[in-house]
Nanobody
Framework: QVQLVESGGGLVQAGGSLRLSCAASGGTLSVYVMGWFRQAPGKEREFVAHITRSGGNTGYADSVKGRFTISRDNAKNTVYLQMDSLKPEDTAVYYC??????????????????WGQGTQVTVSS
């Protein structure tokens, strides 16, 4: 069973950047489709981005398209989320997740098998 640990969150001003990392242990990350989700206080957990096993295909929520970039380094067993032009509405706890199934949309929380504990991102105006 793979364990996921996120890092890189923090407090940043609007317009700034952060890079989140998700490190895996107990398993090989390359066999999973990986996703990033976020959850703001009082809201449902929502999809942010996903990346296929090889990194050849990615998908983004409309709210982050053009500002966020997901990538992975399978040799380092790590997935990244580069977040640029941050807005106050990006404030949330960010989670990475692993999906064993290559098929599917990878947009829904129910599709993912393993989750990290989350890292807080706060964007001040």
């Amino acid at each position: 069973q793979v364990q996921l640990v996120e890092s890189g969150g923090g407090l940043v001003q609007a317009g700034g950047s952060l890079r989140l990392s998700c490190a895996a242990s107990g398993g090989t990350l390359s066999v999973y489709v990986m996703g990033w989700f976020r959850q703001a206080p009082g809201k449902e957990r929502e999809f942010v981005a996903h990346i296929t096993r090889s990194g050849g295909n990615t998908g983004y929520a409309d709210s982050v398209k053009g500002r966020f970039t997901i990538s992975r380094d399978n040799a380092k067993n790590t997935v990244y989320l580069q977040m640029d032009s941050l807005k106050p509405e990006d404030t949330a706890v960010y989670y990475c997740a692993a999906d064993r199934d290559y098929y599917g949309s990878h947009y829904y929380t129910r599709e993912y098998d393993y989750w990290g504990q989350g890292t807080q991102v706060t964007v001040s105006s």
